[in-house]
């Protein structure tokens, strides 16, 4: 059996913090877990994952049941998005393919 993934305490917490956010959105609409599960495409358990911060659950379904409910993710305003993803995008560039494509083990035990 394979040993569960130690997360950092901040990855567990801003997870938790999201889950809170997911949580109190689809309460404010008055949508049942069942509703919400359908309309994004997963199972009722899933969401309930979500809502607890689980960090098992796949990043596409958090994000697209956060995207359901309005909860913003990083800016709700799509143009700003828009710019901050092709600033990333320009820097990305910029750093030669040789390094682009090489991983590196970073040693987070700290």
Same mark, same amino acid.
């Given at each position: ?36 599960? &359908?309309? #994004? ?5 899933? !969401?309930?994952?979500?809502? +607890?911060?689980? =960090?098992?659950?796949?990043? /596409?379904?958090?994000? &697209?049941? #956060? ?5 913003? !993710?990083?800016?709700?305003? +799509?143009?700003? =998005?828009?710019?901050?993803? /092709? ?24």
């Amino acid at each position: 059996m394979r040993k569960p993934h130690a997360y950092h305490p901040q990855s567990r917490d801003a997870a938790k913090v999201l889950g809170a956010h997911i949580a109190m959105a689809r309460r404010e609409r008055r949508w049942t877990s069942a509703n919400l599960a &359908e309309r #994004a495409g997963i199972s009722v358990i899933t !969401l309930r994952k979500i809502e +607890r911060g689980d =960090l098992s659950v796949a990043i /596409g379904s958090v994000f &697209e049941v #956060a995207t359901l409910l309005g909860v913003p !993710l990083f800016t709700s305003d +799509r143009r700003e =998005l828009d710019a901050v993803l /092709g600033h990333a995008q320009r820097q990305l560039a910029l750093i030669p393919s040789r390094i682009r494509g090489q991983s590196k083990v970073i040693d987070d035990a700290f």
